[in-house]
């Protein structure tokens, strides 16, 4: 599957609509998410030399994963999108995060443990854009983060009120 924009032609390896789609993992793969999508991954991610999971900005991303996640060499995870289009979810046995080499990731990780580790990152301006609840995060040389701000309107927009208490 091939998309041409502004003269680059870009070859995919999956083209997810809108549905629920399962993987037993991804290693070397160009994902293209064009509607509301959510990916079950069984495995591993595992992405390296420039390959991406891009989503449009017609689509959204909801994955959840069961094993380890490693973006390496210019690999992405929504690079060119904004962070409230792409949601991945760490199931328990997810327990490693590692961003390395260029790596670019927007969105949210939900991945509570799991050990994040970001190591060396590159010249962009942001190569973790979104939010991350993990067990811990280790940085190891340069790595820029920013949390997009836009993230803070997604969701319930419902508020509590304290009602009554008990003080101990």
């Known amino acids: 599957n091939a998309i041409t924009t502004n ?3 870009t070859y995919y390896d999956a083209i997810l609509d809108s549905g629920d789609y399962y993987l037993s993992g991804i290693s070397g793969m160009n994902v293209l998410v064009r509607g509301n999508a959510r990916l079950y991954v069984q495995g591993n991610i595992s992405e390296s030399g420039g390959k991406a999971i891009t989503v449009a900005n017609t689509g959204t991303l909801q994955m959840w994963v069961s094993g380890s996640i490693s973006l390496s060499g210019n690999a992405a ?3 060119a999108g904004d962070a409230t289009r792409m949601a991945v979810y760490g199931l328990p046995t997810c327990t490693s995060v590692t961003l ?11 991945a509570p443990s799991a050990d994040l580790t970001f190591n060396g990152g590159g010249s962009d301006a942001a190569d973790f854009s979104g939010a991350a609840i993990v067990n811990s995060a280790t940085f190891n040389g340069h790595f820029s983060l920013h949390y997009d701000e836009n993230l803070g ?3 319930d927009s419902s508020t509590f009120v304290v009602d009554s208490w008990v003080e101990l």
């Open 7 to 9: 003269s680059t032609v």
């Open 100 to 110: 390395s080499g260029n790596a670019n990731w927007i969105g949210t990780l939900y």
């Open 153 to 155: 309107k997604v969701g």
């Open 77 to 79: 995870i929504n690079s």
